[in-house]
């Protein structure tokens, strides 16, 4: 790789990575994305913009990183295999690559099922495994999945996927992990830690295989802005893991806001500790305004630290 | 086994009309699938004749999707079939249209939706096995297959919304990926799901017609 992306750069001379997650509107407001990122600016290293997360309808996420590089600011785009079969993910690698993205996070996606158009048809002609391989054969290789060559301009792509410690068969979670690594992720944003025991079993695995040399792993936070949050994670969000004691404490809490920063806070001590873990990927949903106290409090200010 | 699902019967009628209608079963899938047999084909005639609709008369093929045989049973039916507005077809979308091709002129109604290839479990319990994606992967996953199993058709693995044996888009949904994973390490095999599996050739699934 040629170029570098400041996030590729932080990671590279060891420094710990803060990324955080801005969710486009539904609309077509710029200035929506624009103000939230306001409120980030040195906060983080590299701002994601999520691909309709949820299968939900949102302002794209290509226009998103366009507004955020408009800004100087570092995106991460996110692309999923679920609404565009290889041609067109292709096509938007190079179109990202084209307007100066240099960070792309490649996931399969939430079912359509899940989102405001549930009769959609699903695509997944990829799964992300594929995609992040074709990826780094576009970059490093200059050829199309096709095998057809590319003409004019590998794109400049750190490529980043994402791993869930926490989803089952869990035996199975270091295998793919591994398997991500091989199709060539650069680095991994994990699913939101709330289970640390279960993360420190999976990160063991990582580090007996020595993945955490091979890949940079950013540890998914998510402060709890409101019981009703928590409970919405911890019983419908497929994939998350909120253990009992910390939903005890949520609902306990007489502020739930202050008690969810408080977890969160304790969440970004501890996973720091852990050797392999080389940075964290905040994500706050409808609650981007607390990620700078908690970058700032919890010693990761200013970037890079 | 072609599984099917016999369509509301308001909207059938909205379909018919007000008739009169020829009715046609078929004696394979739709007979398992309690769709289209000859006890589902009566019980639909009566109902039409309970809304004064005229039933001209009825046949099961033996089955819809074939061509010629579909020929050779119809002759015997053809005033009936010449006295109906409408032919209601209870059997799988290729049986319907076998029938459309004998009868281009006629109405052809479709009186079931055609859901999927899969096996009979039960009595009344059809799972999904096939997508006929005209490039068998079963032999790299144990003789189960993700592409039809898995609402995502993941070929490296389950993804993050595998919980307990579940799949995240509905729960009384095995997750196939889970079963996958357990039958090859109980056969000592799980080195197969170590190799990236290459993207999916989808041209093979376009075939369109095959000459013997």
């Known amino acids: 790789m040629d170029f570098r992306s400041n996030l590729n750069k932080v990671l590279s001379e060891g420094k710990f990575a803060v990324t955080a997650e801005i969710g486009p509107p539904k609309g077509s407001d710029a200035n929506v994305i ?22 939900v309808v949102r302002l794209s996420s290509l226009s998103g990183c366009s507004i955020l590089l408009k800004m100087n600011l570092e995106p991460i785009m996110q692309i999923s295999c679920r609404d565009r079969n290889r041609i067109a993910l292709q096509s938007d690698v190079l179109g990202a690559s084209a307007i100066g993205v240099r960070n792309i996070l490649f996931i399969t996606g939430d079912h359509q099922l899940f ?35 590319i003409i004019s301009g590998n794109p400049e792509i750190y490529i980043g996927g994402v791993a869930n410690p926490f989803a089952d068969p869990f035996n199975y979670r270091v295998d793919r992990l591994e ?54 994670m911890k019983f419908n969000v497929p994939g998350v893991d909120i253990p009992d004691h910390i939903y005890d404490k949520m609902k306990k809490a007489e502020d739930p806001k202050k008690e969810g920063y408080n977890i969160a806070y ?24 607390i990620i700078s ?7 990761l200010y200013p970037r890079p630290i | 086994m072609i599984i099917t699902r016999q369509k509301n019967f308001e909207d059938i009628l909205c379909s018919v009309e007000k008739g009169p209608v020829f009715l046609i079963g078929c004696s394979e899938c739709a007979t398992l699938c309690h769709t289209g047999g000859e006890e589902e084909v009566l019980a639909i005639k009566k109902k039409f004749e309970k809304k ?6 009825w046949v099961i093929l033996d089955p819809a999707c074939h061509f010629l045989n579909d020929k050779r049973l119809l002759k015997s039916h053809i005033n009936e079939i010449n006295l109906a507005e409408k032919i209601l077809v209870l059997a799988c979308g290729n049986g319907i249209q076998t029938v459309s091709e004998i009868f281009d002129k006629s109405d052809i109604i479709s009186g079931t939706d055609t859901l999927f290839l899969g096996e ?49 888009i509905n729960t009384d949904l095995e997750c196939i990926w889970d ?30 017609g095959r000459i013997l």
């Open chain 1, 34 to 55: 624009i103000k939230k990122a306001e409120n980030l600016i040195g906060c983080a290293d590299a701002f994601n913009i999520t691909d309709n997360q949820t299968a």
């Open chain 1, 115 to 149: 989102g405001n158009h549930p009769d959609a048809k699903g695509v997944y002609d990829l799964d992300s495994i594929q995609l992040i391989q074709i990826v780094k054969n576009m970059r490093d290789e200059g050829i199309f999945q096709s095998g057809d060559r």
């Open chain 1, 179 to 232: 398997k991500k690594i091989d199709a060539g992720s650069d680095f991994i944003q994990t699913q939101s830690v709330f289970n640390l025991d279960k993360f420190n079993i999976w990160m063991d695995e990582v580090r007996s295989r020595g993945l955490d040399t091979k890949v940079h792993i950013l540890a998914g936070i998510t402060p709890l802005k409101s019981i009703k949050m928590t409970e919405r």
């Open chain 1, 266 to 289: 304790d969440l970004i001590c501890e996973v720091k500790k852990i050797k392999g873990v080389h940075g964290i990927h905040i994500t706050a949903l409808f609650w981007e305004e």
């Open chain 1, 293 to 299: 106290k908690l970058v700032k409090e919890t010693g």
């Open chain 2, 52 to 57: 004064n609709i005229k039933v001209t008369g």
């Open chain 2, 120 to 168: 009979i479990k039960r009595l009344t319990d059809f799972q999904r096995r096939c997508s006929l994606c005209g490039d068998c992967l079963l032999d790299l996953f144990g003789g189960l297959c993700p592409i039809s199993r898995c609402p995502k058709e993941m070929l490296n693995g389950p993804c993050g919304g595998s919980i307990k044996g579940k799949c995240e």
């Open chain 2, 179 to 208: 079963i996958i994973y357990s039958h090859l390490r109980e056969k000592g095999q799980l080195n197969k799901l170590k190799a990236i599996q290459k993207p999916k050739d989808w041209s093979k699934s376009i075939e369109m």
